[in-house]
């Protein structure tokens, strides 16, 4: 296991795409604190990491709220000792664009990406110095951070400023032993997070879903999407020793929809 005896603490811990890290990155030995604004999605998510064995606590926190965050961070310490792994996924979906996206719409929706990395990211990259046991952060972008798509104006501008917050910091801490990285997922195969929603007590899933994903998966090269499983193991191989020499660099577990030449439809 790539990641015996540390502490991850993932913002963002929904049956999706955070609370399937979660669950990965238990499974690759690390202790886990499942940080969620939906007390459901922090407690039914170190609920199901307990009932399988590890180790986790659930801790309800509005990402943007500064007092909020150093608890959580107090918090995590207390209850493991101190934070090795910190992954920001928190994020909210407002699929607006400029013209009809409203300014408390358009500050809540990147104040969450862009203020709630910035301040976890802040407040575990201190813990880590003052206890000096080097770490790593990765922040959770999207193709959608990369390409300009239309009438999802904030989500694209704070996912895009996540990019370069994580070279930014990268230098910045690199003297520390802090390694940040970033991992950019696309759109997400829904079924592993049917599944992970059933098994925390949500009930079964609309699996109508599933249809709406359909065209994304024929315009990817691999004809497959991505699940929450692959995101962790791209994360666990990030902060494990195997990545040592890694820092400042963004992973895409894309199906290779990045890459792909603007006008070579794959579904063709």
Known sequence: MKLQGKVALITGTSPNIGGGIAEGLAEEGAKVVCVDITPDNAHQCAEAINQRG???????????????????????????????????????????????????????QTSIILTGTFLFTKYVAQLMIAQQRPGNIINIISTAGHQGQPRNVGYCTGKSGLLNFTRSVAMELVDYGIRVNSLTPTATDPQESFERAERWGRGPSDQRIAQMFEPFRKGAPMHKLPSPKHYAKAIAFLASEEAEMITGMDLRVDAGTIARYWAWNPSE
């Not at 659930?58 to 310490?77: N, Y």
Request: hydrophobic residues 50%; contains cysteine; negative net charge.
């Open 54 to 108: 590890g180790q986790a606590i659930g801790a309800v926190c509005d990402v943007t709220d500064e007092a909020q965050v150093q608890a959580t961070v107090a918090r995590a310490s207390e209850a493991f000792g101190g934070v090795d792994l910190l992954v920001n996924s928190a994020v909210i979906f407002i699929q607006k664009g400029v013209l009809d996206m409203s300014l408390a719409e358009w500050t809540r």
